[in-house]
């Protein structure tokens, strides 16, 4: 079966600092990938997606991801983080036709 | 469009009692799906429905959960009886078609005492 890998479990980062946070699913073939962020009290809300066509990936807010498939890859990154970007952050991999598999999720803390 | 919509946000129960969630989906979306949030476990697919039927039930976690979707805007999860270590944040989420992005409730977040 399908897993997720985020590495980062807590990022701390300063207004300004540019951000990237790591997700690695196990398997490769043809993958359909997610990024979810989750604010405080809040549920979750896609920032992007990947399905097929341009590796680099835009989404919502600034944020941008880039499908690496030699490396089973899928990382999130923002040039310039700002404190309403405080969030819990989640990559998802969706097995077979509709099974999304999620990551643990990243903590990210930014200091304003 | 007023997105996925569940009630009631908060529940508070004692170990023993019924629990039922509630959940209504995007309108015109044919695929829901109830997830657990739990810090030990993450995000869990509880059980997909497709169209009103379910599709993949394979991870409720025991007899005690069930869930139904009796028509294409409605959908329930009931715990009966509930247990402490059901406590947990459920998510309902649908999405347009079974392989679309999914949007996501605000959860309801459950406390058996």
């Known amino acids: 079966a399908q897993s997720v890998s985020q590495h980062n479990h807590h990022v701390i980062l300063s207004e300004a600092a540019s951000l990237e946070l790591g997700c690695n699913y196990s398997?490769?073939?043809?993958?359909?990938l997610f990024w979810y962020v989750q604010y405080p009290g809040q549920h979750l809300q896609l920032l992007l997606k990947?399905?097929?066509?341009?590796?680099l990936v835009k989404g919502i807010k600034g944020f941008e991801a880039e499908f690496i498939k030699s490396k089973f890859s899928f990382n999130l990154r923002k040039p310039s983080v700002q404190w309403s970007d405080t969030a819990e952050y989640f990559c998802a991999v969706m097995e077979g036709t509709y099974k999304y598999i999620f990551g643990t999720g990243t903590r990210l803390k930014v200091l304003a | 469009d007023a997105g996925v919509i569940q009630s009631p946000r908060h529940e508070v129960t004692e170990m023993g009692q019924e629990v039922t969630l509630r959940c209504k989906p995007i309108s015109g979306h044919n695929s829901l799906f109830w997830y657990r949030q739990t810090m030990m476990r993450g995000l869990e697919l509880l059980i997909y429905?497709?169209?009103?039927?379910?599709?993949?039930d394979s991870g409720m976690p025991e007899d005690r959960f069930s869930a139904k979707m009796p028509n294409a805007s409605f959908s329930t999860l009931k715990i009966q009886p509930s247990e402490p270590r059901d406590s947990a944040v459920y998510f309902c989420?649908?999405?347009?078609?079974?392989?679309?992005?999914?949007?996501f409730g605000p959860g309801t977040r459950l406390t058996v005492l």
């Open positions: 429905f497709n169209n009103n039927v379910p599709i993949d």
């Open positions: 990947y399905f097929s066509g341009d590796p």
């Open positions: 989420a649908s999405s347009l078609t079974p392989s679309n992005p999914q949007f």
């Open positions: 398997y490769g073939g043809t993958v359909n």
